[in-house]
């Protein structure tokens, strides 16, 4: 984050895109009249058509070889495999078409003018990005983060909006199997990819072919989620490879100079997908992706302004002809089937998702949510009132923003009145979910409204009981604007477990960092660190922030909790629910080492670990009070944390999984000698303290 996007971000210097559209006339507008900026300036004999991307496609060698492979390994064909070839790219490829775009415009405009209050865009950094284009030979792969299905639709409508292409949009085959939608969001520049075919010889090199031609031939950007899916938590996920390396392995041909990535944090104020998200944490499959799906979901129109505000900021672009050395070129050159090593790959990967993270907009409801959840562990039983919400918010806000470098657009003051109304208009789009009673005082509404509305016949973990799930899905719809905050607070938090009340050791709390630090990794996507004394920077960082703001004091060699008890808890709390997961996991698989009539699956683990956590919840005030803990997400994320440390291995000869024993126990004594401060009251019985009951009337206020 430069210093100017950050001036940019506090100054007020986004603009609202819609403030101009609820002024004019949709229909005039999308029809006006238009020449895109195109992003990548070729001489017109290098810029391919569809038809002629799909004849580069079907002559490549290696499509070529591939296309003889199948006809000798199967018996069928050439002319056959040819056909098949044809088709796979035809049902691949995007066909752009501005009149398509200039007519849905018109809906979409409309659409995100009823769900959207504003819609914020760093518009000085994407004008001068598109002032490089017209300028620049280069590649350009936009990189957006991924929390809604809405995500590619908004980067095309903002760049139409400015006047610039649309990209080349990497799009999943649920899209293109839907009647109408499918072809339509062709149009628009979709490209349709299928999500597993690494045992598909001919469509992988299609794919890779396909992928290669575009970044050298076509004269738009390209569009691709480098985290693959959405994330349901609100929190980045660990980037996918596969696409991303194909692009950079395209560098190594030489038709361009360089491949510019550019990352792009989406924040919303409400997803527009959330409580199906909280619904598929707890192991609800998603509803299948269809045309009356998409018609039943408008009834999200049917309430202006119900899902607030987005930020889209833009970060600085990341240049891979910097990090490809040109001895690897000059390699492809004289060795065709050379592969840039997957160590450059998974860096980029890691220095978008770092972009992601440090662009990222915070909402006032992620600070509510935050301060809620506490509240709910800590004091349930004294009223949560506005004006104390004020002075919490006020404080928690400052520290974020101050102290943590957090970016959120709210213009700073110290006015309470001021601050009362950016709290009050925050809550306005989740009053299904957090509303102020008629004594202004803080609560929580039900938002399961009972197991009718879901399909338990394909769920996907342990079978929740509806008393469970009256109080999980309020929680962890909490959780999820809770998320976004870890960006900044992870590694504080980290440090703050580590601190015991007696004082803790400096190496000490330092090894129980870095153990935390480890198992997080792929939670926080955190690049990997072996370097003992980078670790130790990094950990010195953090404590001098909580040393500053009097967390945390020092004396001789000890780490002691120092008068800001607060914030420590807050730290402590926020954290508590990935600690849990991991231990109840590791304690399960300990126990699992001694039986031998049940088969160790990925299903059976992560339906036994939610089975667990759900007694817990209501049986101990130890291990796994936070209902956040019945997230799938959380359990799968925390799986694959445990086979990347090797505590687990997954045996490809005979797909089953064993266990290092040794290891296991190492970490199972590690995360018990933690000094955690479990909340005294069991969350499920302080839970309903503060849910607001029919009875109740709430204040139109909001």
């Known amino acids: 984050m430069t210093d100017e996007m950050e001036r940019n971000v506090r100054s007020g210097l986004f603009v609202d895109m819609l403030e101009d559209r ?21 001489p017109p004999e290098s810029v391919y058509d569809r038809e002629k991307i799909i004849h580069s496609v079907l002559l490549d060698k290696q499509v070529r070889f591939a296309i003889d492979t199948v006809a000798r390994t199967t018996g069928v064909g ?26 849905l415009g018109i809906f979409i ?12 865009i760093n518009e000085t950094t994407l004008l001068d990005l598109k002032k490089e284009m017209q300028i620049s030979q280069v590649q350009y792969i936009y990189v957006p983060s991924h929390r809604s299905y809405l995500d590619f639709i908004l980067l095309s409508y903002i760049l139409f909006s400015y006047d610039m ?24 520049g979709a490209f349709y990819i299928r999500r597993s075919f690494s045992n598909d010889l001919l469509y992988k090199q299609i794919f890779r072919a396909y992928i290669s031609t575009i970044v050298s031939h076509s004269d738009r950007a390209i569009e691709f989620f480098v985290e693959g899916t959405r994330s349901r938590s609100q929190k980045s996920t660990m980037p996918k490879y596969g696409l991303l390396s194909i692009i950079v392995e395209s560098l190594l041909q030489g038709d361009v100079p360089d491949i510019h990535f550019i990352p792009m944090s989406i924040n919303y104020e409400r997803p527009p997908e959330e409580l199906l998200f909280v619904y598929e944490m707890l192991g609800v499959p998603k509803p299948k992706e269809s045309t009356a799906g998409l018609f039943r979901s408008l009834s999200i129109l049917q309430k202006p302004f119900s899902h607030g505000r987005i930020f889209f900021n833009i970060g600085e672009p990341i240049s891979a002809s910097r990090l490809v050395d040109r001895a690897y070129r000059q390699k492809k050159v004289l060795q065709p089937s050379f592969k840039v090593p997957s160590s450059i790959v998974e860096n980029i990967a890691y220095l978008i998702i770092e972009s992601h993270k440090k662009n990222t907009v915070l909402m006032p409801i992620n600070i509510i949510a935050l301060l809620l959840n506490e509240r709910i562990q800590m004091k349930p039983r004294e009223p949560y009132t506005l004006d104390l919400l004020v002075q919490d918010y006020q404080w928690l806000k400052n520290f974020v923003t101050k ?8 213009i700073e003051t110290t006015d309470n009145d001021r601050i009362k109304q950016e709290i009050l208009e925050s809550l306005k789009p989740h009053d299904e979910l957090i509303a102020l009673d008629s004594s202004n005082t803080l609560k929580v509404k039900q938002r399961h409204k009972g197991m009718k509305q879901i399909n338990y016949s394909n769920i996907k973990g342990y079978p929740l009981s509806e008393q469970t799930l009256q109080i999980a899905v309020s929680a ?39 153990l935390l630090r480890r198992l997080f990794s792929i939670e926080f996507v955190m690049r990997p660190i072996e370097d003992r004394a980078l670790i130790k920077t990094e950990w010195e960082r953090s404590l001098n922030i909580l040393l500053s703001q009097d967390c945390l004091y020092t004396e001789n060699d000890l780490i002691f909790v120092g008068n800001n008890t607060k914030l420590f808890s807050i730290l402590h709390n926020v954290i508590l629910p990935f600690i849990d997961i991991i231990y109840v996991m ?7 080492t001694k039986r031998t009539s049940i088969e160790l699956t990925d299903r059976t683990i992560l339906v036994e ?19 956040y803990c019945l997230s799938l997400d959380l359990c799968n994320i925390t799986w694959s944390n445990l086979l990347s440390q090797g505590i687990v291995t997954h045996q490809k000869n005979t797909n089953a999984y064993q266990i290092d024993k040794v290891k296991l126990a190492y970490l199972i004594n590690a995360l018990r000698e933690l000094p955690l401060r479990h909340p005294t009251e069991i969350y499920v019985n302080t839970f309903p303290l503060i849910i607001l009951t029919p009875s109740i009337d709430v204040q139109a206020k909001l």
């Open 22 to 42: 609820r002024k004019d006339c949709d229909f005039l507008w999308v029809t006006r009249s238009m020449e895109p900026s195109l992003p990548h300036l070729l």
């Open 78 to 103: 050439v002319k056959d495999v040819e056909s098949r070839a044809r088709a796979v790219i035809n049902e691949m490829a995007s066909k752009a078409d501005l009149t398509t775009v200039r007519w």
């Open 109 to 120: 405009t409309k659409a995100m003018k009823r769900m959207f209050s504003k819609i914020y």
């Open 165 to 188: 292409a649309l990209p080349n949009i990497a799009a999943g085959m649920d899209f293109y199997n839907m009647k109408i939608v499918g072809e339509l969001l062709r149009k628009t």
């Open 403 to 410: 102290s943590l470098k957090a970016l959120m657009y709210e």
């Open 476 to 514: 962890i719809n909490i959780s999820i604007y809770i998320n976004p905050t870890l960006v900044f607070l992870a590694e504080t938090a980290f440090v703050a477990v580590t601190i015991g009340e007696n004082g803790t050791q400096t190496e000490v709390a330092l090894e129980r960092y870095q």
């Open 586 to 592: 590791c304690t399960l698989l300990s126990e699992w």
């Open 609 to 627: 670990t939610q089975k667990e956590v759900e007694r817990l919840l209501f049986d101990t005030k130890d291990w796994c009070q936070h209902p």
